[in-house]
């Protein structure tokens, strides 16, 4: 049974991802996948692009891909999400726009897997209380019939919940590692690999699951965040408060755009 090493949330985070990488590749994976957001945030939308084709990671759009390539408008984005994506649209290569635009929305993996990046039907939903589990639930068993763990990404935050013959959702503590009972089904996040929005000390976060001993282990890494800042701001993915504010304003009084 394969040995996956799963992560998600790059938004173009290059050293995050390259760090990640680098400590997957130690545990010798056998698969590598991805939940999405591949672009987006920071610098280097490109770059991360062309090492998930290089290395082969098997990845889905998440909304930040479906946003970056058109495919998704802004109303649903924060203002620091908007503005970093609006210079993403100005900055992706073709052949970036061209793998973005071939990637599924969810994917099934093998017999009992299946990535997702927000909800089931819904790329842009947070998964982060056990309320919002107990919809999806009945959205797996419908589009995905057989298929018990579901990975998915979008709220930036290691999270393991697991569904009781009952029905009821057990928010379980997304740390160290967890041992899967065939009988129940899980809703597994891995984590940001991007760790741009959060206080310091900023860790890159992934997961590796053992299929053969049904295992979900939880990992962070440290990464060069100041290189990322700096990149970023650089080329100006980032906003002050007051072009904050004047983005507020376009947003409930379209004449001033």
Known sequence: MALYGILGDIHGNREALL???AALDCH???RLLCVGDVIGYNADSN????????????SIAGNHDLIGIGLLGFERCSNIAMHALQRTR?????DTVAYLRVLPRSLPIE???????GGVRDVQQYMKRPHDIAKNVQYLRADFPGRRICFYGHVHE????????DGSIRDLPAS??????PDREYFINPGSLDASRKKAPRLAEFALFDAGLMTIEFRTVPYDDVLTE?????????????RDRLYTLQRRIPGLR
Do not use: N
Not at 176 to 181: C, H, P
């Open 111 to 117: 017999d009992h897997l299946v990535l997702v990046h």
């Open 47 to 58: 770059e991360c692009a062309m090492i998930l084709r290089q290395r082969g990671i098997i």
């Open 28 to 30: 010798r994976v056998d």
């Open 176 to 181: 160290g590692v967890a041992r899967l009972r």
């Open 90 to 94: 100005r900055l992706l290569h073709p």
């Open 158 to 165: 290691q999270r393991l919940f697991e569904v009781e013959e």
């Open 19 to 21: 760090a990640a990488l």
């Open 230 to 242: 700096a990149k970023a701001s650089a080329a100006g993915y980032r906003i002050g408060p007051w």
